[in-house]
């Protein structure tokens, strides 16, 4: 049976969503009009003002917001609200120096978990559960959602945060945990570890909610046969609030907007021009109910479908597909967001050519970064010591710009193809 | 004497090491010692030739990276305890020593020493004070 948390909103007819999304926006935009002098000035710029908006058919009209405006914005440039009224803020993982920020009031906190509440009980969670919360806690969004949506559900919940899989794998058995939520890398990894340890058949999961990194249809089927669970997709995004943007429903054909808080766009990445719904595109939102940091037609550089067939599990939210890439060059490697651009300028900075080449590849469900740079003469020392401590210090270098531990392989030179045309710079041999 | 070593940067890969042999037979350039120091993903390969500048030039033109080191080659006595004199002069003079390695002439059968230190200058003074012959 199908369980809901909020019933009458999840299975609103689209009149009534529509109506909904119709109502906020224009509140939403005279607000942002009102309060974010940033986007005032953007409209101005594309001669649009909040009498232009009188629904959601008008939303094309409103300029885009993109990463790049919220570093450029950096911290407080796009809230909506005095300090005094913001009650959280979440970042999001990587790019020191450039993080973005986002700000959260009582009520946004509270839409956000609803959310998330959302996506539990769509995975049948209810108060007889032991909802077991893998992400990290912080300033990552994952730990925080998913824990403030289980209290919201009313399950058991186990703060367990990421890591120490030896004691997840004991709460696990000791507390009778029933639901997981993690990345699914990380829920692979640990229904590995549970069989390794002979504990298999001593846990009680019946669901997983697993999110913040890509994965596949394959990975699924492994995860629910090893695990014997039903493993669910769920999606979100910092600078839109958080996971439980959107989440899968029991028919694991997509996931479920919440539109009632975000009205999604697809877009032809090139142009900007909305696509019509069963085209591959940008996905962009809009957020309709955010009070501190109310982002509008924000781009999200994933690319996906939309689809609005009726679907088996009773609601009646568009659909999202898994997105199927970036329309960026971002990488998210450990769940932190790496550009290419990046690497490319520490490598300058350290005066090693810019021919380069970054691999990415998944070892044991964990996410490895390799950055490939040629030995130039100069450079080069009959004291290998000097070489060691050369790469070193670009390592470090690396750690300090990204965040996360590179590898560093020096190569013969000339043995990075150059290529005709466009480089390949990254080689992504993870199968996901 | 001190001689030129040509030190080769290597990628871990193989072949790259029998690329440079190749390249050096093809030349007629007589391979006397070799020494590789290495990491797990690359590694310095030393060479000593009979003809260092030509054997740069080729190693240069085929794309490999290169850097010429002075280094001593010392005779090593012929009876027991004869490395340890010599390892003991260095160190008695406090000359830090980088790194060495040993290579034996095809011709009279004799083993050599290749010594890397900080001060080439000094070493061979050291040397030629203690009685120990350079070539
Ligand atoms: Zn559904």
Redo the contacts between chains.
């Keep these: 049976m199908e369980r809901y948390y909020q019933p009458e909103i999840e299975c609103a007819s689209r009149e009534q969503i529509l109506s909904w999304q119709n109502e906020r926006l224009v509140k939403q935009v005279r607000n942002v009009w009102d309060h974010v002098p940033y986007y005032r000035k953007k409209m101005e710029e594309k001669g649009v003002s909040p009498d232009d908006i009188k629904g959601v058919e008008d939303l094309h009209k409103l300029p885009f917001l993109t990463k790049d405006d919220l570093r450029e914005a950096y911290p407080y440039g796009l809230l909506a609200k005095p300090l005094g009224d913001c009650v959280r803020i979440q970042s999001t993982s990587g790019t020191t120096g450039k993080r973005v920020v986002a700000f959260y009031t009582q009520h946004d906190l509270d839409l956000w978990e609803d959310c998330c509440a959302r996506a539990i009980m769509a995975a049948g969670g209810t108060n007889e559960d032991v909802c077991h919360v893998c992400y990290g806690y912080g300033l990552f969004t994952g730990g925080p959602g998913l824990n403030g949506g289980s209290h919201r559900v009313g399950c058991l919940t186990l703060p367990m945060s990421s890591g120490n899989t030896e004691r997840q794998l004991q709460f696990m058995v000791d507390l009778g945990s029933t639901i997981l939520c993690c990345t699914p890398s990380y829920a692979a990894y640990l229904a590995e570890s549970a069989i390794e340890h002979g504990v298999r058949d001593k846990l009680k999961l019946k669901a997983g909610i697993f999110g913040a990194e890509a994965w596949s249809e394959e990975m699924r089927q492994d995860i629910q046969n090893k695990l014997g669970i039903k493993a669910y997709d769920i999606y979100g995004l910092t600078e839109i609030s958080g996971p439980g943007v959107s989440f899968e429903c029991s028919e694991q054909t997509g996931m479920h907007i919440n539109e009632d808080h975000f009205i999604a766009e697809i877009i032809d990445p090139n142009t900007g021009d909305v696509l019509p719904d069963g085209t591959k595109g940008e996905l962009v939102f809009t957020s309709i109910t955010k009070e501190a940091f109310p982002l509008l037609r924000y781009r999200t550089r994933d690319i996906c479908v939309l689809t609005r067939e009726k679907c088996s599990c009773g609601r009646t939210h568009v659909k999202m597909s898994k997105p199927m890439g970036r329309s960026d060059d971002m990488l998210i490697i450990k769940g932190v967001n790496v550009f290419p651009s990046q690497i490319e300028t520490v490598l300058m900075e350290q005066g090693y050519p810019a021919n380069y080449q970054i691999i990415v590849d998944r070892v044991n469900h964990s996410d490895t970064l390799e950055v490939q740079v040629e030995m130039t003469p100069e450079r080069f020392s009959d004291n290998l010591g000097k070489i060691t401590e050369m790469e070193k210090e670009l390592v470090a270098a690396l750690k300090a710009m990204l965040g996360i531990y590179a590898k560093v392989t020096l190569v013969a030179p000339k043995s990075i193809t150059r290529s005709e045309g466009k480089a390949v710079r990254v080689i992504d041999k993870r199968k996901i | 004497m001190t001689v030129n070593?040509i030190?080769v940067?290597?990628?871990n890969?193989t072949g790259?090491l029998a690329d440079i042999t190749a390249v050096l037979s093809e030349n007629q350039i007589d391979l006397r010692a070799i020494s590789m120091?290495?990491?797990a993903?690359?590694?310095?390969l030393?060479l000593i030739v009979d003809d260092p500048q030509k054997a740069s030039a080729v190693l240069l033109e085929k794309?490999?990276?290169?850097?010429m080191?002075p280094v001593e080659a010392v005779l090593v006595p012929d009876r027991p305890g004869g490395l340890s004199e010599l390892l003991a002069a260095v160190s008695k003079a406090d000359i830090g020593l980088?790194y060495m390695y040993s290579v034996i002439d095809r011709e009279s059968s004799n083993a050599f020493m290749i010594l890397?230190t900080g001060d080439n200058a000094k070493l061979a003074e050291t040397l030629e004070k203690n009685g120990f012959r350079t070539v």
């Design positions: 070593q030190s940067f290597l990628e890969r790259q120091a290495e990491t993903s690359y590694g310095v030393r794309g490999f990276i290169i850097t080191t980088e890397k």
